[in-house]
């Protein structure tokens, strides 16, 4: 397999610290991810990995710190303006629109390329429709890349589990990102899920040269796909590196299996 | 300033009247999480109870005493609350556990609908009595210090009396009881209440029974005051701006709100009405909270509320 | 065996996007458009142009405006009468103090003035949701109510608080029958109709769904929350003052303020959760069951010989109204037009079970 080239650093994450109340979800968190890589971030349960990617796509705003996506930087996110930066993320707990169907699940992520003004679209007439026709066959790539064809039409809330991650994936791969942002994509999926997912994810960063950032529970996945791992545990940055690094970080190792092992 | 003060305790009089009806709304949000958009219909339909077995008791019966009448009027009345507590538990509640709160405000829009129907129905649609013997001739107080004193009214003070023992009991019933803080709890998260083994029914009945009795309770002192028609329930939408006022999971917000409503519309319709030809106060207590919408959602004592993602 | 897709593969996505891609479906559409712009101009009556088709049609109108906020959009509101009489009145004022101002014009300018209205009093569904917007839109109910009420020149001065208009021509062709008011508003409710279908179905359709559903992923996605609700609250409002217009214009001909009161709301959120949130079709069928019940009321106690007073009838109708609204809220919150979509489903199996 070639080596693929891995480029400047895209976005960069300075001192980020997010509280709630008085709890501290993130405490002064540091860490960039390059062009073109696969960074997995890792941690245990309730380390701040959610937080972390809420942060990036303006879902939270951290009192401290900044975020620089290419070049620019922002003390905090705007939902909005992320998307349209390119940025696209999928959730832990699939934020999917559950009364809508496959297609237009995935449909929305192009939302931002649809140009067409209400009056337009109201009459369906000329632009609109090309429009509408045109997005269709891109999402129609996406849902053959993903092989979900079989349930295009279907309402998204009746489908299983592991069909419904792969649309929230579509979703944002619809939006065509430069960087896509994965919150526990594999979670809940047996081995040959998981083995699909992994191959769906590899073929996106390979392909389209999409930055993944990756938040995963499941080592084994961590240590074969990433290029490199952040490790977090209770809000705070404690390892950084290659996945080889990672394995033998002594803080890594108490913080999964705990001290006085 | 006679004037004034006269006017100020009218509005704290009429406060005093939708703090009543909000109450049993706060209740019933506090420990069901359900807004319950029935809450007027369900004071008229008490009210209609109490006036017409008021008046058919003492027919029944045989007797005229007043007071032996209001009683058992008001005993019927209570047990006839219970049961439509139960049914409502029964027949919608339980079927609708889970669902999210629009679809429960949109059934409790329903049986407000069939409740409005329903007490029409087997109650008479013309407007009554309801005599518990409050005295309805107004006091004059404060003459020496204003001219010609001040005008107020003696069944508004027994009223204010009554919604303030009634605040109390339920605030100490929230506070300091065990079935109080399950009550809570149940509002919070109805499966998880019922996964620790909470019996969801029971509390439910509970709950929407004591929302009937205190909705009773506003209408027996509300017909009395106004005597008992179709109106009381459109007038008692105005429970609503109160609790977004007040908080709706609070007491004394329900209170405070009701007061500030009830003096708001008043003094703004006379002084600033006249200004925009009158009639503010069908749209003033609206806007108020609106305003307080945007600026303070969760009201003056409510609870946060977290969106959580 | 009859309703098959057999055969009816789709080669191109424009012919896979069309509103009805199977042909049963566009034979039946085709049938029942033929009766309603035929067949019923013929043969019904001027009793049944006035009780049935002219209301069922305008309600229609309105509740896909109020469905497309409410079920859509997931925009809850109270104040649809209020937004009908913006609509009302201000197609009143255009029509009454302009000369030779043409219907439809008046009816559109209903309308727009409607959308700024609705717009306005979105306003709040940017930072409140759910219940709370429930209250809010009540503020918008009320103060309505009062402003029609006491601000003389919409209504033109009137001394009694009610106003009417005259004889009203579409383009010059007078319209005085049932027949030809029943013809425009059919006209009116396709057009509208399939304007509203093309935006549901489109991306800003999609857009209102999503805030619908769940507004932090739409958010994360690229949707301006601000953009779809706002833009919801538009059309809806001004396809609901278009039908407050033709409501006072076309069903009344004289109104006052109170035609457009909470209980007019109130109506035509019934008719949107029993007929089906989230369905154009759904509007349909929830205001000719809200347009029917009344006068099958009626009738039904004449047949068995009972008959009931006309307050007792409308208890009943509460009551019924009442408890129908639990029953779909509790067994199909997607109302008729779930059951609908059910039962052809089941009609494509016929004759199997399954």
């Given at each position: 397999?070639?080596?693929?080239?891995?480029?400047?650093?895209?976005?960069?994450?300075?001192?980020?610290?997010l509280?709630?109340?008085?709890?501290?979800?993130?405490?002064?968190?540091s860490?960039?991810?390059?062009e073109?890589?696969?960074?997995?971030i890792i941690?245990?349960n309730g380390?701040?990995?959610s937080?972390?990617?809420?942060?990036?796509?303006g879902?939270?705003?951290p009192?401290?710190?900044s975020?620089?996506?290419?070049?620019?930087?922002?003390?905090?996110?705007?939902?909005?303006?992320?998307?349209?930066m390119?940025?696209?993320?999928?959730?832990?707990?699939?934020?999917l629109f559950?009364?809508m169907?496959?297609?237009?699940?995935?449909m929305?992520?192009?939302?931002?390329?649809i140009?067409?003004?209400?009056?337009?679209?109201?009459?369906?007439i000329?632009?609109?429709?090309?429009?509408?026709e045109?997005?269709?066959?891109?999402?129609e790539?996406?849902i053959d890349?993903l092989?979900?064809?079989?349930?295009?039409?279907?309402?998204?809330?009746?489908?299983?589990?592991?069909?419904?991650?792969?649309?929230?994936?579509?979703?944002a791969?619809?939006?065509?990102?430069?960087?896509?942002?994965?919150?526990?994509?594999?979670?809940?999926?047996?081995?040959?899920?998981?083995?699909?997912?992994?191959?769906?994810?590899?073929?996106v960063?390979?392909?389209?040269?999409?930055?993944?950032?990756?938040?995963?529970?499941?080592?084994?996945?961590?240590?074969?796909?990433?290029?490199?791992v952040?490790?977090l545990?209770?809000?705070?940055?404690i390892?950084?590196?290659?996945?080889?690094?990672?394995?033998?970080?002594e803080?890594?190792i108490?913080?999964?299996?705990?001290?006085?092992? | 300033?006679?004037?004034?003060?006269?006017t100020?305790f009218?509005?704290?009089?009429?406060?005093?009247?939708?703090?009543?009806?909000?109450?049993?709304?706060?209740?019933?949000?506090?420990a069901?999480g359900?807004?319950n958009?029935?809450?007027?219909?369900?004071?008229?339909?008490?009210?209609?109870?109490?006036?017409?077995?008021?008046?058919?008791?003492?027919q029944?019966?045989?007797?005229?005493?007043?007071?032996?009448?209001?009683?058992?009027?008001?005993a019927?009345?209570?047990?006839?609350?219970?049961?439509?507590?139960?049914?409502?538990?029964r027949?919608?509640?339980r079927k609708?556990?889970?669902?999210?709160?629009?679809?429960?405000?949109?059934?409790?829009?329903?049986?407000s609908?069939?409740?409005?129907?329903?007490?029409q129905?087997?109650?008479?649609?013309?407007?009554?009595?309801?005599?518990?013997?409050?005295?309805k001739?107004?006091?004059?107080?404060?003459?020496?210090?204003f001219?010609?004193?001040?005008?107020l009214?003696k069944?508004?003070?027994?009223?204010?009396?009554a919604?303030?023992?009634?605040?109390?009991?339920?605030s100490?019933?929230?506070?300091?009881?065990?079935?109080?803080?399950?009550l809570r709890a149940?509002a919070?998260?109805?499966?998880?209440?019922?996964?620790?083994?909470?019996?969801?029914?029971?509390?439910?009945?509970?709950?929407w029974?004591?929302?009937?009795i205190?909705?009773?309770?506003?209408?027996?002192?509300?017909?009395?005051?106004?005597?008992?028609?179709f109106?009381?329930?459109?007038?008692?939408?105005?429970?609503?701006p109160?609790?977004?006022?007040?908080?709706?999971?609070?007491?004394?917000?329900?209170?405070?709100?009701?007061l500030?409503?009830?003096?708001?519309?008043?003094?703004?319709?006379?002084?600033?009405?006249?200004?925009?030809g009158g009639?503010?106060?069908?749209?003033?207590?609206y806007?108020?909270?609106?305003?307080?919408?945007?600026?303070?959602?969760q009201?003056l004592?409510?609870?946060?509320?977290i969106?959580?993602? | 065996?009859?309703?098959r897709?057999?055969?009816q593969?789709?080669?191109?996505?424009?012919?896979?996007?069309?509103?009805?891609?199977?042909?049963?479906?566009?034979?039946?559409?085709?049938m029942?458009?033929?009766?309603?712009?035929?067949a019923v101009p013929l043969?019904?009556?001027?009793?049944m142009?006035?009780?049935?088709?002219?209301?069922?049609l305008?309600?229609?109108?309105?509740?896909?405006?109020l469905?497309?906020?409410?079920?859509?959009?997931?925009?809850i509101?109270?104040?649809?009468?209020?937004?009908?009489?913006?609509?009302?009145?201000?197609?009143?004022?255009?029509?009454t103090?302009f000369?030779?101002?043409?219907?439809?014009?008046?009816?559109i300018?209903?309308?727009l003035?409607a959308?700024?209205?609705?717009?306005?009093?979105?306003?709040?569904?940017?930072?409140?949701?759910?219940?709370?917007l429930?209250?809010a839109?009540?503020?918008?109910?009320?103060f309505?109510?009062?402003?029609?009420?006491?601000?003389?020149w919409?209504?033109n001065?009137s001394?009694?608080?009610?106003?009417s208009?005259?004889?009203?021509?579409?383009?010059?062709l007078?319209?005085?029958?049932?027949?030809?008011?029943y013809?425009?508003?059919?006209?009116?409710?396709?057009?509208v109709?399939?304007?509203?279908?093309?935006?549901?179905?489109?991306a800003i359709?999609?857009?209102?769904?999503?805030?619908?559903?769940?507004?932090?992923?739409?958010?994360?996605?690229?949707?301006?929350?601000?953009?779809?609700?706002?833009?919801?609250?538009a059309?809806s409002?001004?396809?609901?003052?278009?039908?407050?217009a033709?409501?006072?214009?076309?069903?009344?001909?004289?109104?006052?303020?109170?035609?457009?009161?909470?209980?007019k709301s109130?109506?035509?959120?019934?008719?949107?959760?029993?007929?089906?949130?989230?369905?154009?079709?759904?509007?349909f069928?929830?205001a000719?069951?809200?347009?029917?019940?009344?006068?099958?009321l009626?009738?039904?106690?004449?047949?068995?010989?009972?008959?009931l007073s006309?307050?007792?009838?409308?208890?009943?109708?509460?009551?019924?109204f009442?408890?129908?609204?639990?029953?779909?809220?509790?067994?199909?919150?997607h109302?008729?037009?779930?059951?609908?979509l059910?039962?052809?489903?089941?009609?494509?199996?016929w004759?199997?079970?399954?």
């Amino acid at each position: 397999m070639a080596t693929k080239k891995i480029g400047d650093v895209i976005l960069d994450v300075k001192n980020i610290s997010l509280s709630f109340g008085g709890v501290n979800a993130l405490t002064d968190i540091s860490f960039d991810v390059r062009e073109h890589e696969v960074r997995a971030i890792i941690g245990p349960n309730g380390a701040g990995k959610s937080s972390m990617l809420n942060c990036i796509n303006g879902v939270y705003a951290p009192q401290k710190g900044s975020i620089t996506f290419r070049g620019k930087s922002f003390s905090h996110m705007d939902s909005h303006a992320v998307a349209v930066m390119g940025i696209g993320r999928t959730f832990q707990n699939l934020a999917l629109f559950k009364g809508m169907s496959v297609i237009d699940n995935i449909m929305t992520g192009r939302n931002l390329r649809i140009k067409s003004n209400l009056l337009l679209q109201a009459l369906r007439i000329g632009p609109a429709q090309r429009e509408e026709e045109q997005h269709r066959e891109f999402v129609e790539h996406i849902i053959d890349f993903l092989e979900i064809q079989a349930y295009r039409k279907t309402p998204v809330g009746q489908l299983p589990y592991g069909l419904q991650k792969r649309v929230d994936l579509g979703r944002a791969l619809a939006m065509e990102p430069q960087v896509l942002l994965l919150d526990e994509p594999m979670a809940g999926m047996n081995v040959e899920e998981k083995q699909d997912m992994c191959r769906f994810v590899l073929d996106v960063n390979e392909e389209f040269g999409t930055t993944v950032v990756l938040i995963e529970h499941d080592m084994g996945v961590v240590m074969d796909i990433s290029d490199r791992v952040v490790v977090l545990d209770y809000g705070k940055k404690i390892g950084d590196g290659t996945p080889d690094e990672v394995r033998h970080n002594e803080d890594v190792i108490s913080a999964y299996l705990g001290t006085g092992h | 300033m006679g004037f004034f003060l006269e006017t100020m305790f009218g509005g704290l009089m009429a406060g005093m009247l939708y703090s009543l009806v909000a109450l049993g709304f706060v209740l019933i949000f506090k420990a069901s999480g359900v807004f319950n958009f029935a809450q007027g219909a369900m004071v008229l339909f008490a009210a209609l109870s109490m006036a017409r077995f008021s008046e058919w008791i003492p027919q029944w019966l045989g007797f005229d005493n007043l007071v032996l009448t209001n009683i058992l009027a008001f005993a019927v009345s209570v047990a006839l609350m219970v049961m439509v507590a139960w049914l409502i538990e029964r027949l919608a509640l339980r079927k609708l556990v889970n669902q999210d709160g629009i679809t429960l405000l949109m059934a409790t829009l329903g049986i407000s609908y069939f409740m409005d129907g329903a007490g029409q129905l087997l109650f008479g649609s013309a407007t009554y009595k309801i005599d518990v013997g409050m005295p309805k001739e107004p006091m004059i107080v404060l003459e020496n210090l204003f001219e010609g004193g001040l005008l107020l009214s003696k069944e508004d003070l027994y009223a204010a009396a009554a919604a303030a023992a009634l605040v109390t009991l339920l605030s100490l019933f929230f506070q300091k009881t065990k079935t109080g803080r399950a009550l809570r709890a149940v509002a919070d998260d109805h499966q998880a209440a019922q996964s620790i083994g909470i019996a969801l029914s029971r509390i439910w009945i509970i709950v929407w029974s004591m929302g009937g009795i205190v909705a009773l309770v506003a209408g027996v002192i509300w017909g009395s005051k106004l005597g008992v028609q179709f109106s009381i329930s459109l007038v008692a939408l105005k429970a609503f701006p109160v609790v977004i006022l007040g908080g709706l999971t609070s007491v004394p917000g329900a209170v405070l709100g009701g007061l500030i409503i009830g003096v708001g519309e008043k003094l703004s319709e006379i002084y600033i009405g006249p200004m925009i030809g009158g009639g503010i106060e069908n749209w003033f207590a609206y806007v108020l909270a609106l305003a307080f919408l945007l600026v303070r959602p969760q009201g003056l004592f409510g609870d946060k509320i977290i969106d959580r993602v | 065996m009859f309703y098959r897709e057999n055969g009816q593969f789709k080669s191109t996505y424009r012919a896979d996007l069309q509103i009805f891609p199977i042909l049963q479906d566009r034979i039946a559409i085709g049938m029942l458009l033929l009766v309603a712009m035929v067949a019923v101009p013929l043969l019904a009556s001027d009793y049944m142009f006035r009780a049935v088709f002219i209301p069922f049609l305008i309600l229609s109108l309105a509740a896909i405006g109020l469905n497309i906020l409410v079920g859509y959009c997931g925009q809850i509101s109270l104040g649809t009468g209020a937004f009908m009489a913006v609509g009302a009145y201000a197609a009143f004022n255009l029509q009454t103090r302009f000369d030779g101002m043409p219907l439809i014009v008046s009816l559109i300018g209903g309308g727009l003035c409607a959308t700024v209205a609705g717009v306005i009093f979105g306003l709040p569904s940017l930072r409140i949701r759910g219940l709370y917007l429930a209250v809010a839109t009540l503020a918008a109910q009320f103060f309505i109510d009062w402003f029609t009420n006491r601000v003389k020149w919409v209504t033109n001065d009137s001394s009694s608080g009610s106003v009417s208009v005259g004889d009203l021509n579409f383009f010059g062709l007078a319209l005085n029958t049932s027949v030809e008011k029943y013809l425009l508003c059919l006209m009116i409710v396709l057009v509208v109709g399939i304007l509203a279908k093309n935006l549901v179905r489109g991306a800003i359709g999609r857009e209102w769904m999503a805030i619908r559903d769940m507004d932090v992923a739409a958010a994360v996605i690229g949707i301006r929350p601000v953009y779809a609700k706002l833009s919801a609250f538009a059309v809806s409002s001004f396809i609901v003052g278009v039908a407050g217009a033709l409501w006072a214009f076309v069903h009344l001909g004289a109104w006052e303020p109170a035609a457009f009161g909470i209980d007019k709301s109130f109506q035509l959120l019934f008719m949107v959760i029993i007929g089906g949130l989230g369905s154009i079709v759904g509007s349909f069928f929830g205001a000719a069951f809200i347009v029917l019940l009344p006068l099958f009321l009626n009738q039904v106690p004449h047949w068995l010989g009972l008959p009931l007073s006309t307050a007792t009838a409308s208890q009943l109708e509460h009551m019924i109204f009442g408890a129908l609204i639990v029953f779909f809220l509790i067994v199909e919150p997607h109302g008729l037009a779930r059951l609908w979509l059910t039962a052809r489903q089941k009609l494509r199996l016929w004759p199997f079970p399954h």
